[in-house]
């Protein structure tokens, strides 16, 4: 007699890569360019689903009951005499990255041996600080040496107060390719990979590996600083963000993002927009009031679409993978 597992629909979907990705010189940092944007995005986030962002160590953890688990737990830093927990804003950097590379016409920066043969030839990673694709120019690129380049977005870290923090169980997870180092079939088109991964947000699923998370719920503020963009670019990261006006759409920040978690919702509180003052050669921010912020960011979006840096298609199923519809759908409970 045979058994079979009852196999979960997959909770991800492929977005395609960019049939060819333009390359140009960065921006660099030497000076402030009068023509380009230089300033602060002001962020609220809010927690539509437990996120974790876990330190790489693991440590006993009491929850509800008093009872003390072995868990996965978040970095704790010490400011203005209380302790925080932290998100780091590299993480928050990684994600947007993650973004900006699926809906514009970018490279996959990977350069392993295991999968230098089945990347794509228009996608193959940037490897010049002269011949940069979108993505790379926006948050840079290791090249070493003279080749490096720092980007030209930067990003606070997240500060977490300890009650905003919970024990949280989730299913185990497994790398997709198990036990296996081949890339699975499945994220492959005629022996080449076939797109960017990025997982539907869901129902939190529950099960036996313990996890310190954020709580859902709970509001959190950040800011990513921008040094020399143009407008076409700053829509870019605007859409990134899931803040298109007509393409809205939750990010997903962290570990589980298989389970449910990870989902946060992104709402723009202000946009300083710096401007030097003539013969001081200082800089001096104006803050945008919140009237005009939707249709500037209209505004910087359909100019990143006229440029070419936003592909459209790309764009809409992002929107429809991460759109707020499908936090209500059933995440994998088991295998997927």
């Known amino acids: 007699m045979a058994y079979y597992r009852e196999i979960a629909p997959k909770p991800y979907e492929l977005v395609p890569f960019a049939e060819k990705t333009p390359r140009s010189p960065c921006q660099g940092h030497h000076k402030y360019n009068q023509d380009l944007l230089t300033g602060v995005l002001e962020l609220s ?3 539509e689903r437990p996120v974790q962002v876990a330190s790489g160590y693991q440590d006993f953890t009491k929850d509800n009951s008093g009872r003390e688990n072995l868990a996965s737990v978040m970095p704790v830093v010490e400011k203005g005499g209380k302790q925080w927990h932290v998100i780091p804003g590299s993480s928050l950097k990684g994600a947007l990255r993650s973004i900006v590379e699926a809906i514009s016409p970018s490279c996959l920066p990977f350069s392993s041996k295991k999968l230098r043969q089945l990347i794509p030839d228009q996608v193959r990673k940037c490897a010049s600080k002269e011949h940069l694709c979108p993505a790379c120019r926006l948050f840079g ?9 720092q980007g030209n ?3 606070e870290d997240i500060f977490v107060d300890p009650r905003d923090i919970e024990l949280w169980r989730t299913p185990i997870l497994w790398t997709p390719g198990g036990r296996s180092k081949l890339i699975p079939r499945r994220y492959l088109s005629n022996n080449k990979l076939a797109g960017r991964k ?7 699923a529950t099960g036996p590996d313990s996890r310190v998370v954020v709580k859902q719920g709970v509001n959190l503020g950040t800011k990513i600083s921008f040094e020399n963009l143009s407008e076409a670019f700053l829509g870019l990261v605007v859409a990134a963000l ?5 393409y809205p759409f939750l990010i997903k920040v962290g570990a589980g993002k298989p389970v449910g978690m990870g989902s946060i919702r992104v709402d723009l509180k202000g946009i300083s927009l710096m401007g030097s003052i003539e013969g001081t050669g200082r800089m001096v921010g104006s803050l945008k009031k919140l009237e005009n912020i ?3 960011l209209s505004k910087w979006v359909n100019a990143a679409c006229g440029e070419g840096l936003i592909i459209p298609d790309n764009l809409k199923k992002l929107a429809e993978i991460l759109g707020e519809k499908t936090l209500n759908r059933q995440s994998p409970k088991g295998l997927y």
Do not use: W
Request: glycine fraction near 16%.
């Open 141 to 149: 690129v290791t090249g070493g040496g003279k080749n490096s380049y």
């Open 198 to 204: 990025f997982y539907y947000h869901g129902k939190s």
């Open 45 to 47: 986030l809010h927690t």
């Open 242 to 246: 899931g803040l298109a006006p007509q």
């Open 294 to 296: 939707v249709e500037q």
């Open 153 to 155: 977005l930067f990003f």
